[in-house]
């Protein structure tokens, strides 16, 4: 290290405390700031509400936002139940088994109409329909365990003839050939692997009687309920449906943005994020989405998600899903 | 501890020694060159693992600052919860010590803050904290426990005459703390501070691992991994090695600096134990116990109000007991707990036995062949550093997911602090002793097992304390990186499920599991000091 990279680097980490507080005392707009949970470090999967911050969609909206960056072990319900964010995001299964077990949360809104869900293997190994599971080794994150077990059943493949292994979200061991398939989504693992070179193939779960909404807003109950927090909650919706309108339309400004500013300096790659961010639009834009306005839930859709959640033995509500904010956000309009 | 007393300085681990640069140089070397080869002659996991080259390569193409970024984040976190955890520690050592009544608590706080699976406690950081306390928090308790015990070692082990001398000129315990032991607690101190700063640097990546964080090493790690970067993953693993073990080194300086008069001393846990043994037998005993639990219950419900950590995620030890004792579900509950303990248990057994056996062995041809220490003890201490999770592929890829990877993994996790500990210890004999064997032509081999073995015991002893809770993490983490099952994976899926009860009963039982394999260890020390003595 040379001497001057040396200071510049002692001076950065000196100055990362300072740098956090003059950005907590801006200026706040009328609603006041709130926190975002975000599901997962921030990567393109949030672009709309990069779009709505830095195009100062939410400041036009009177909010100020504060994006928290998730991670492999961040929650958002019990960080939404706490206060520490307004407004969250995780899968449904998630919120849903947080419901059931006493959790006073609402989904008011999704961003995957269709779950990126996917089983992921080399396409040598020849995976072409849930069946060929049988006698594979897959890799399973602790927190799919349940989605898995559900899609199995769904599909009539006895667990035990599939030898599951638990895994991350690092895909090596596929690569590697120690695993034979891998629970991934299709919009990012399967973008970040094709891009690497490797030649894989995967299964939609959506595809194979698994429909499934996936990565939701979620707030408490009594926000809903408090007047003052319920606005907030609207113009934060408000700002993130324009910002993520315009995040469909411009894959390229959202994987910018990702890589060169939201997500800055943590070794994200821009054309990789770009192709994400593409593949993303057909899970979130669909006939749906053109006739009631992104994010919207309909009967139907819930009726499908609450079916495949119990086919995984969790007990959901109609009510845990709300549209009410979308249409106070929306106005009767369907793009804003 | 006899042999601390009589000792003649040693010249190992030493920094800025030039001719122990050189061998180490050439003990790093040696790893490089046969781990080059091994991945172009044995295998390259079909491109999933890097050689030196490669990620040479990789770190050349990302350029220096990419790294230097992420890496100046990490060690500020690192830095500031290195200086929270031990000032606290340090404090609390010396509460301990001037306040007898309150040492018994302390010490238990703190066996429990270091026992504590990382694992659990992660995600409520992320609930409690905002910004980059949680990974501050992290960093500070990898640091808490080993400081409070140096410390507290080193407060004791103070030359009687010297106290007395304060005695007699009519000071009181204050001016005995302050003019006698702080200063003769001084080696112990940087001893354990040398520990703490690699400890602290690996804290805060797995911190920023968990999430919740802007930028830093961790971070970078995550996405490196999601994005297939193999050579970027492993060059990140290799800053944190290198920066754990800079912060190693500039400890060792300046504990060379600030207490010339010191000798190597080891982190010894030992010393502390030996006394505490006390008068009031059984009933004082089981009286102390019941005593202890008492605070840690305490402790646990009191951080879930002080904090209002929502009830529906924090559960206190009421609910626990509700969820181990409920008419319906607790006997269902009970049953699976001791399925997943029994996994535990063996898994944490395993790899303690394997890590400390492992690292005896090297510790002794360590000993006997200098120049093979010199070379490599900094590779382990280095190696040391690195997050296991960023190796997860390569160890089920090498090892598969059976039990020889669990074995592997907690003997990772073990081996270091042993072979530390054991290499100072058997450095350490009383000169006299060897001195008279060599008189009487024993051979180096017959002088370290009659002589240097048998008086390294006690460091043994306390290097098996220090790893116990440390295999337990390793089954923990093998569990959850490699076979899921037992303990480990549960604690991990009983949170995706919301199952917040069935997680917190986890974690207290195996945090209990610690602590009274922690206890089982000193008991066992106990005796066979007690025999060898006789």
Redesign the interface.
């Given at each position: 290290?040379d001497r001057r990279?040396f200071i510049?680097?002692?001076a950065?980490?000196?100055a990362?405390?300072a740098f956090?507080t003059s950005r907590a005392l801006a200026d706040t707009p009328k609603l006041g700031k709130i926190a975002y949970q975000l599901g997962?470090?921030?990567?393109f999967q949030f672009a709309g509400e990069y779009i709505a911050d830095t195009n100062k969609f939410f400041e036009q909206e009177g909010i100020a936002v504060d994006l928290?960056?998730?991670?492999?072990?961040?929650?958002a319900?019990?960080?939404v139940?706490?206060g520490?964010a307004l407004v969250g995001q995780n899968s449904t299964d998630?919120t849903a088994?947080?419901v059931?077990?006493?959790?006073p949360l609402k989904i008011i809104g999704t961003n995957y109409q269709k779950s990126p869900s996917s089983i992921i293997s080399l396409t040598k190994t020849g995976l072409k329909a849930p069946k060929g599971l049988v006698g594979k080794t897959v890799g399973i994150q602790?927190?799919?365990?349940?989605v898995w077990n559900a899609f199995l059943k769904i599909n009539g493949i006895d667990p035990a003839s599939v030898n599951?292994?638990?895994a991350?979200?690092?895909?090596?061991?596929l690569?590697?050939?120690?695993l034979d398939a891998f629970f991934g989504f299709s919009n990012?693992?399967v973008v970040?692997?094709r891009?690497?070179g490797?030649d894989v193939s995967y299964l939609l779960m959506a595809d194979y009687g698994y429909p499934m909404f996936n990565c939701n807003y979620l707030v408490t109950e009594e926000t809903l309920k408090d007047k003052e927090k319920r606005a907030q909650v609207v113009a934060f919706m408000r700002g993130a449906i324009r910002g993520w309108q315009e995040a469909v339309k411009n894959p390229a400004l959202s994987a910018q943005l990702t890589v060169d500013v939201y997500?800055?300096?943590?070794?994200?790659?821009q054309a990789?994020q770009e192709k994400s961010a593409a593949a993303t639009n057909e899970l979130m834009v669909t006939a749906d989405t053109e006739k009631h306005g992104l994010f919207w839930m309909t009967d139907k859709a819930v009726d499908e998600t609450i079916a495949t959640l119990a086919t995984a033995g969790i007990v959901a509500k109609k009510d845990l899903f709300t549209n009410e904010i979308l249409e106070e956000a929306f106005q009767g309009k369907t793009t804003l | 501890m006899t042999a601390a007393t009589m000792v003649r300085p040693v010249d190992r681990l030493r920094a800025l020694n030039w001719s122990g640069i050189l061998y180490a140089t050439a003990g790093l070397a040696a790893l490089v060159l046969l781990w080059q080869l091994a991945v172009i002659f044995i295998s390259s996991?079909?491109?999933?693992?890097p050689s030196p080259l490669q990620i040479a390569r990789q770190m050349h193409f990302?350029g220096?600052?990419?790294y230097?970024?992420?890496?100046?984040?990490t060690?500020?976190a690192a830095?500031r919860g290195w200086l929270w955890g031990n000032s606290l520690a340090i404090l609390l050592a010396l509460v301990a010590v001037a306040i007898p009544f309150l040492e018994r608590p302390i010490l238990q706080l703190g066996i429990v803050s270091y026992c504590l699976p990382i694992?659990a406690i992660?995600?409520l950081m992320?609930?409690l904290f905002?910004?980059?306390t949680p990974k501050v928090v992290l960093a500070a308790l990898s640091v808490f426990f080993t400081t409070l015990i140096g410390t507290v070692t080193g407060l004791r082990h103070v030359d009687r005459t010297m106290l007395d001398l304060v005695h007699g000129f009519g000071g009181g315990t204050w001016h005995k703390l302050f003019k006698v032991r702080l200063i003769s607690a001084l080696p112990h101190l940087f001893a354990a501070l040398r520990i703490a700063a690699p400890a602290a640097i690996l804290g805060a990546i797995v911190g920023e691992?968990?999430?919740?964080?802007?930028?830093g090493l961790g971070?970078?790690l995550?996405?490196?991994?999601?994005?297939?970067?193999?050579p970027?993953?492993w060059a990140i693993a290799v800053v944190a090695s290198v920066l754990a073990a800079i912060a190693y080194a500039a400890t060792s300086l300046v504990a060379r600096l600030m207490t010339p008069w010191a000798r190597e001393v080891s982190t010894d846990i030992g010393g502390l134990h030996a006394k505490a043994d006390g008068g009031g037998g059984w009933a004082m005993a089981i009286a102390t116990a019941l005593g202890s639990l008492g605070l840690v219950l305490f402790v646990w419900w009191a951080i879930l109000r002080g904090f209002?950590?929502?009830p529906?995620?924090g559960k206190g030890p009421l609910e626990v007991w509700n969820y181990l004792v409920d008419p319906l579900t607790g006997a269902q509950n009970r049953a699976q707990l001791m399925r997943e303990a029994v996994v535990t248990i063996r898994d944490s057994a395993a790899g303690l036995v394997v890590g400390t056996v492992a690292a005896v062995l090297v510790a002794i041809a360590f000993n006997l062949w200098g120049g093979v220490e010199r070379a490599f003890m900094g590779v382990a201490i280095a190696l040391r550093s690195i997050p296991l999770?960023a190796m997860?592929?390569l160890v089920?890829?090498v090892f598969g997911?059976n039990m020889l990877a669990v074995v592997m993994i907690g003997a990772i996790v073990t081996f270091f602090p042993t072979l530390v500990n054991m290499t100072l210890a058997l450095a350490q004999t009383p000169a006299r002793s060897r001195d008279l064997m060599k008189v009487f032509g024993a051979s180096r081999f017959k002088t370290l097992m009659t002589v240097q073995i048998p008086s390294a015991l006690p460091a043994l002893f306390t290097s098996l304390r220090t790893a116990a809770p440390l295999a337990i993490t390793g089954a923990l983490l093998a569990?959850?990186?490699?076979?899921?099952k037992g303990l480990g994976?549960a604690i991990?899926?009983t949170?995706?499920?919301?199952?917040?009860e069935g997680l917190w009963a986890r974690v207290a039982l195996t945090t209990a599991f610690s602590i009274l394999l922690y206890a089982l260890i000193g008991l066992v020390e106990r005796i066979v000091l007690k025999a060898y003595a006789n």
């Open positions: 290290m990279t510049k680097v002692g950065a980490a000196l990362a405390p956090i997962w470090v921030k990567n928290l960056a998730g991670g492999p072990s961040v929650s319900e019990p960080i139940i706490s520490k998630n088994n947080a059931a077990k006493g959790a602790a927190n799919n365990q349940v599951t292994v638990p991350q979200h690092d895909f090596t061991p690569v590697s050939g120690e990012d693992d970040q692997l891009q690497k490797q997500g800055k300096g943590n070794g994200l790659d990789a | 996991g079909n491109g999933t693992i990302d220096f600052a990419f230097a970024d992420a890496a100046s984040y060690v500020s830095f694992v992660g995600p992320m609930i905002s910004g980059d691992y968990m999430g919740g964080t802007e930028t971070l970078m995550v996405n490196s991994q999601q994005a297939m970067e193999i970027r993953t209002s950590v929502p529906f995620f999770v997860a592929p089920t890829l997911r569990a959850w990186l490699a076979t899921g994976y991990v899926t949170a995706a499920v919301s199952d917040y």
